[in-house]
C-alpha cells in the first residue's frame, strides 16, 4: 500500500504561482509514476500532468503546457507540481495519483493510489 499526501495549495491571485508537493509514504515507492489531476465543482476530474519514475517521460494537458512544470525526488518520495501564470480556470482539488509501471496515463482509473487532495483558489 502507498499513502500520498498533498500539500501546498491555497488563495493565490491570478498570475500567481503555488508550488504542490506530493509526499508518499507505505510501501516502496520505487517504479511507479505519479500524475497530478483535478476537479473542479461540478466538473469531472480531469488529468494535469504525470512523471515517470525516472523523471524521463513527462506529460502535460494542453491547459497547464508552458506554465505548470511537474518534477519528482525520489530520495525524498516527493513529487512536485509548480504552477505559474495561474488563472481562475485552474481553481479546483488537486489530487496526486500512483501506479506501478512505466507508462504515463491520463484517464484516472489507471491510477491505484490516490491522496486526498489538496484546494487551489485562484482569484479575479
Known amino acids: 500500500q502507498v499513502q500520498l499526501v498533498e500539500s501546498g495549495g491555497g488563495l493565490v491571485q491570478t498570475g500567481g504561482s503555488l508550488r504542490l508537493s506530493c509526499a508518499a509514504s507505505g510501501r516502496t515507492f520505487v517504479g511507479y509514476a505519479v500524475g497530478w489531476l483535478r476537479q473542479a465543482p461540478g466538473k469531472e476530474r480531469e488529468f494535469v500532468a504525470a512523471?515517470?519514475?525516472?523523471?524521463?517521460?513527462?506529460y502535460y494537458a494542453d491547459s497547464v503546457k508552458g506554465r505548470f512544470t511537474i518534477s519528482r525526488d525520489n530520495a525524498k518520495n516527493t513529487v512536485y507540481l509548480q504552477m505559474n501564470s495561474l488563472k481562475p480556470e485552474d481553481t479546483a482539488v488537486y489530487y496526486c495519483a500512483a501506479r506501478l509501471g512505466t507508462y504515463l496515463y491520463t484517464q484516472d482509473g489507471r491510477y491505484d493510489y490516490w491522496g486526498q487532495g489538496t484546494q487551489v483558489t485562484v482569484s479575479s
Open positions: 512523471i515517470s519514475w525516472s523523471g524521463s517521460n513527462i
